[in-house]
């Protein structure tokens, strides 16, 4: 998975508790995104980081938060987590954003369930 | 109108025919275009990428760009059942990358 390791792999919580999610890449690549995965919509993003405390918000970022203090490390949290946010994320990273030819490379995902 | 759109399936085809999978975008500056390959429970898996009209061929896959009419499309040939998984295309028009829901693509031994 292109140097990518996501943790946890599998997350069960509770509503109205906050979970972090990490993202760890060995690839010294300045782009980082975090997707989600849910049936009938795709690969929706959630956040992205254009280098070390740069941020900017995807399509669906509401009741998610990010940071990113080190190259290597990109942080999903989800303040107080809602049913809705039950899913399976990514971590993605790219070198140099979205021009074009650039491509996207996967980590392994986290499967969290919010009950 | 979503901004890209592929038949979901099931598709079903025998092993050793060719799969033809299709999807299209709605924007029509999308520079590149790609093919991810995820099997149930992993990760999306790059396999193909294509930038410029017409055939890109590598090993038994063939991406199709059709700028023109706005459709992508991928080829497998000598299908094998290890082919079997959800294939997401891709597109990115020069700020982000937008993907489809997959089409979902099993081969019959």
């Known amino acids: 998975d292109a140097g990518i390791t996501q943790s946890p792999r599998h997350k069960v919580t509770e509503t109205g508790t906050p979970v972090t999610l990490r993202c760890h890449q060995t690839?010294?690549?300045?782009?980082m995104y975090w997707y989600r995965q849910d049936p009938g919509h795709g690969l929706r993003l959630i956040h992205y980081s254009y280098g070390v405390k740069d941020t900017d918000k995807g399509e669906v970022s509401d009741g998610y938060s990010v940071s990113r203090s080190k190259t290597e490390d990109f942080l999903l949290t989800l303040e107080s987590a809602t049913s809705s946010q039950t899913s399976v994320y990514f971590c993605?990273?790219?070198?140099?954003?979205?021009?074009?030819?650039?491509?996207?490379?996967f980590g392994s995902g986290t499967q969290l369930s919010v009950l | 109108q979503k901004e890209v759109e592929q038949n979901s399936g099931p598709l079903s085809v025998p092993e050793g025919a060719i799969a033809s999978l299709n999807c299209t975008y709605s924007d029509r500056v999308s520079q590149s275009f790609f093919w991810y390959r995820q099997y149930s429970g992993k990760s999306p898996e790059l396999i193909m990428s294509i930038y410029s009209n017409g055939d890109k061929e590598d090993g038994r896959f063939t991406a199709q760009l059709n700028k023109a009419s706005q459709y992508v499309s991928l080829l497998i040939r000598d299908s094998q059942p290890s082919d079997s998984a959800t294939y997401l295309c891709?597109?990115?028009?020069?700020?982000?990358?937008?993907f489809g829901t997959g089409t979902s693509l099993t081969v019959i031994p």
């Open positions: 690839e010294n690549h300045r782009y």
């Open positions: 891709a597109v990115n028009p020069g700020n982000q990358f937008y």
């Open positions: 993605a990273i790219s070198e140099t954003g979205v021009a074009t030819n650039e491509k996207l490379f």
